[in-house]
């Protein structure tokens, strides 16, 4: 039950703007403050003319709910509000306040974020079933089964137990409690706004427990929801509970702004219309103050405020284009801060928000002025985020389509979504609660782009491997690799905002996720999915599945079919090539050099050796130089007509189970005969081959290479490097 609300009059926490202190400037036109008291004796005496039209307790609700929706059918909300004034007759808040005060209060706030009827008429009845005689059967047939399902989703959320610190199947119950519609949430977090702005008579100790639960799990979720108007309150709320000292002090800045003469805001907002005016661009250009921790954040960040720091303006056009365009006006004829230019538009967030973020600096004293520029939807959208998105069952106005897959599920934004789906994937509610706690207290957002020019909205500090399981799910158990723009990476790679991230994918459906990689993943998709895939499938004895290894030297090659090579120690001392070369003079024993291993048609050269061998090697070959400059003669040497040859490859691959097998199978399909071969051991999901091969004829060489790159896992082939001099 909802009666913890006390009289805000009383002592105990107050809201941002408290009397006595220069609160900033409302946001938008101030509507006349409700009066909670005059409502309640309405509520308890009843109207008169109840029958006749709406009563008058509501019209503050009906206000705003027309402001935003002008042909809503009203008679619903006339209906619920009947209904719940009745049920709630008698009953009072700890306040000594009629009950029905707080439903009214909870539903103006949605009517003011621009709520549908539906969801305002849920909202006045959001208590009956829990508090009244009122039964769901009852709701379903006076208003339909859309609002029984909103109230029963409120009623199971307000069954979740926050008391006990937001423990894991508390969470895990409240989002259960949510089911597929997200506006079961929006009447979660107004009736929690509605609560901490009267909060003022509970102990000490219960004010500080429903402040950090509020501030751990409800505030992130209004975040992610979009619901920035809501977060913003609950932050200053929660500010003045857990730190009243620091709010206080927040406060007097905020005052003592306030009664400046000069106001750097106020100028630069003047200078900006100019802009737009000469450049004819019809804009709104509004001084935005920054919520009280928004300016506690700063002076934290920033150490003495200046006028500039205690605000940001807000410019709002009609069409997308207008935003660059003002952008451009304002880049043109002021001076702009390149570092803070953010495109929210081309680029949305994950909780819907869109805008473009710039900076100006003021030319008299050097102060940076913030400035966001969007349009009105993008603003309404900005201010309710989910609330804004209006009937999630209604059909779709032909010129608004999803955005980037947020609303492909109508009934719910793609957070939520993912959220829902990561609390079904965890294999115990510990491991669900820690991955999500990681993510709530992630308030940064990167955006990494795939070679397609699709996005992905990833926590700052994402991996590779979170990227992975972004963008393909469970299948993502098949990553081998990545690259970073355009280079190679580790899956522990860190990724940067703007990076473009390709993923490299094998083909084995039975793929095992390294365990490497929890320790790399930050989203809660990559976690659990991880971690089941594991539980699943435990680790096999040691050495059962390592994917490579340096085995013993062997003195036969490899059969292309079997689990790995068999490598030797080193290059075999055959006395006589693959290839045919001819010396000057005829006669002499030859050698290809180990260290470059040449084949036709590359330039060779040749020295003698003890037994009278020749050794032959590639002309650029460090070993060459070193042998000259020591002054050993050069012997003659050149290819003869065979045309086979012996080569040295190395292979560079991430490991995964079966790599080697399928390579050297590769490699016997192009008539390869495998001489030696070494593998290193893995560095960093990293594993360097070593294979010295026999082919029939040289010209088949960039086949080979091409036919062992193709092999799923292998990055990179190349011909033995001549080492470079000294190394």
């Not at 702005?197 to 992130?220: F, N, S």
């Not at 003045?240 to 005052?255: D, F, G, N, Q, S």
């Amino acid at each position: 039950m909802n009666a913890e609300a006390v009289n805000p009059t009383s002592p105990g926490p107050v809201p941002p703007a408290p009397t006595g202190a220069v609160a900033p400037a409302p946001r938008r036109k101030a509507r006349p403050r409700i009066d909670l008291r005059r409502l309640g004796r309405a509520a308890l005496l009843g109207s008169a003319t109840r029958s006749r039209g709406l009563p008058d307790a509501i019209g503050h609700v009906v206000e705003a709910h027309r402001a935003h929706h002008p042909d809503a059918d009203l008679d619903p909300l006339r209906r619920a509000y009947v209904l719940a004034e009745s049920s709630h007759r008698g009953q009072m808040r700890k306040s000594g306040e009629p009950y029905i005060t707080h439903p009214l209060a909870v539903t103006l706030i949605l009517a003011e974020l621009g709520a549908e009827t539906t969801t305002l008429t849920a909202s006045l009845l959001h208590d009956t079933v829990e508090d009244t005689e009122v039964t769901l059967d009852q709701v379903g047939k006076e208003f339909g089964a859309e609002v029984r399902y909103l109230v029963d989703g409120v009623t199971k959320l307000e069954k979740v137990d926050y008391g006990a610190a937001a423990e894991p199947e508390t969470f895990r119950k409240m989002l259960l409690a949510t089911g597929n519609d997200v506006r079961v949430m929006s009447i979660k977090l107004a009736d929690r706004l509605h609560n901490m702005r009267t909060l003022g008579v509970m102990r000490r100790e219960k004010q500080e427990r429903i402040a950090k639960v509020t501030r751990d799990v409800l505030i992130p979720l209004a975040e992610r929801l979009g619901v920035q108007a809501l977060k913003s309150e609950l932050e200053d709320l929660v500010f003045a509970v857990m730190h009243p000292e620091e709010y206080a002090h927040t406060r007097e800045l905020v005052h003592e702004n306030a009664v400046r003469a000069d106001d750097p805001l106020a100028a630069v907002a003047d200078e900006v219309r100019g802009v737009l005016r000469e450049a004819d661009i019809q804009a709104e250009v509004l001084i935005r103050p920054r919520h009280f921790v928004s300016v506690h954040r700063v002076s934290r960040k920033r150490g003495t405020l200046r006028g500039a720091d205690f605000g940001r303006l807000l410019v709002l056009v009609q069409e997308d284009a207008d935003c660059y365009a003002v952008l451009g006006e304002l880049h043109t004829c002021m001076t702009p801060v390149v570092s803070e230019f953010k495109d929210f538009i081309a680029v949305p967030k994950f909780n819907l928000y869109q805008s473009l973020h710039t900076a100006v600096a003021r030319a008299q004293d050097g102060q940076v002025v913030e400035v966001l520029i969007r349009t009105h939807q993008m603003h309404k959208v900005a201010e309710a985020g989910v609330v804004a998105l209006g009937n999630p069952y209604a059909p779709p106005a032909e010129d608004q389509g999803a955005g980037d897959g947020e609303r492909a599920d109508p009934t719910r934004p793609g957070w939520l979504s993912r959220l829902l789906d990561w609390q079904r994937g965890a294999p115990d509610p510990d491991t669900f609660w820690s991955t999500l706690r990681e993510d709530l207290a992630q308030d940064r957002e990167i955006t990494v782009f795939r070679p397609d020019g699709g996005t992905l909205g990833l926590p700052e500090g994402a991996t590779c491997v979170d990227a992975a399981y972004a963008q393909y799910g469970e299948d993502a158990h098949a990553t081998i690799g990545a690259r970073v723009n355009g280079r190679l990476a580790t899956m522990s790679t860190v990724l940067r905002d703007g990076d473009t991230v390709q993923l490299l994918m094998g083909q084995d459906p039975a793929s095992e996720p390294s365990r490497d990689w929890l320790e790399h993943a930050r989203t809660p998709a990559a976690r659990i999915a991880i971690q089941r895939r594991l539980a699943a499938h435990p680790e096999p004895a040691p050495g059962a599945e390592e994917p490579v290894r340096r085995p013993a030297a062997p003195e036969s090659p490899a059969h292309p079919h079997s689990g790995s090579p068999r490598p030797a120690t080193g290059a075999a001392p055959a006395a006589r090539p693959a290839a045919d070369v001819l010396v000057d003079p005829p006669g002499a024993t030859v050698r290809l050099a180990g260290c470059c291993t040449p084949v036709p048609p590359d330039e060779i050269t040749g020295f003698a050796v003890r037994g009278g061998v020749v050794t032959v090697h590639r002309a650029q070959c460090a070993v060459v130089a070193r042998m000259k400059s020591a002054g050993r003669a050069e012997v003659g040497v050149r290819w003869g007509e065979s045309t086979g040859c012996r080569v040295t490859l190395l292979a560079e691959s991430f490991g995964r189970p079966h790599l080697l097998a399928d390579l050297t199978e590769a490699m016997a399909l192009e008539g390869a005969e495998i001489v030696s071969a070494t593998v290193d051991p893995p560095d960093r999901q990293r594993v360097r081959h070593s294979y010295t091969v026999v082919l029939p004829d040289a010209a088949r060489l960039p086949a080979l290479m091409r036919a062992m790159r193709d092999v799923a896992g292998v990055y990179d082939v190349s011909r033995a490097q001549p080492q470079p001099a000294g190394a």
